[in-house]
């Protein structure tokens, strides 16, 4: 056997990274990414969004982009489309014919404790719904989504993931991971979090397979679930 047989193979992928829309691939195709991501999350267009910029994003953003392509990515642009540096010209046109909304970007130098240098939050507010996302742009385009509406998490955006908001009680978990294992969809990873016991609960879980929209229903159904949000994989849009 080879000594070299163990040891992974390097790709040309691996060393140049994905096609991305410069100039930069963290404070461009990043936050793109994250716009992205964070309106997949709402599930609907909002009435209006705000855009908060930390650290290195809140310095440099005009200058590498990050405005065009985060508003791009809210818009429904996808991360790698041509239109990401026409972000905010899309927006205009869309206000003025009444098919886009209120994106307002604010800019907060100082980082708090922890956070990446990197960071962005965004809130988007409709009159049903209300989605706070932090995220963080970690270099070569990738992401990570680090909190939900109050909940740390940690989520990277290339797997199908659930997030299943449900009533803290005994047995939520399993009947979850029974649903998805009696429609052969693998999980990859799970974790929960809560913040308070007894109170409302968030579990997140993370698949190799694209979850149909109807065990997605299922779950919904279940009496102690509040609601669910299901985040698609990069990958497969």
């Known amino acids: 056997m080879s000594q070299f047989s163990s040891q992974k193979q390097v790709t040309l992928f691996d060393i140049l990274g994905p096609v991305m829309i410069g100039p930069s691939s963290s404070h461009t195709a990043g936050v793109a990414r994250i716009g ?48 990401l540096r026409e972000g905010a010209q899309l927006l205009k046109k869309g206000l003025e014919e009444g098919t886009a909304f209120h994106i307002n970007i604010e800019t907060i130098p100082k980082l708090p404790a922890g956070w990446h240098p990197n960071t962005v939050r965004i809130t988007l507010t409709s009159s049903k719904k209300h989605l706070r996302l932090r995220a963080s742009s970690i270099g070569g385009g990738s992401i990570q989504i680090d909190e939900i509406n109050g909940y740390l998490v940690a ?31 693998n999980i990859a990873a799970t974790s929960s979090h809560r913040k308070e016991k007894g109170d409302q609960a968030l579990l997140v879980i993370e698949v190799d397979d694209p979850i149909p929209p109807s ?23």
């Open 36 to 83: 992205y991501l964070a309106r997949k999350l709402f599930g609907e267009q909002p009435d209006s969004a705000l855009v908060e910029f930390y650290g290195s994003l809140a310095a440099t953003w005009k200058g590498h982009g990050s405005g065009d392509a985060i508003i791009a990515g809210l818009l429904g642009i996808p991360p790698e489309d041509e239109r």
């Open 155 to 185: 989520l990277s955006g290339m797997l199908d993931a659930l997030l299943v908001v449900h009533r803290d009680e005994v047995g939520v978990i399993a009947i979850v991971s029974h649903i998805l294992a009696a429609n052969r969809i």
């Open 215 to 237: 065990i997605i229903e299922q779950i919904q159904n279940l009496p102690p679930v509040f609601s669910v949000i299901h985040l698609p994989s990069l990958e497969q849009l």
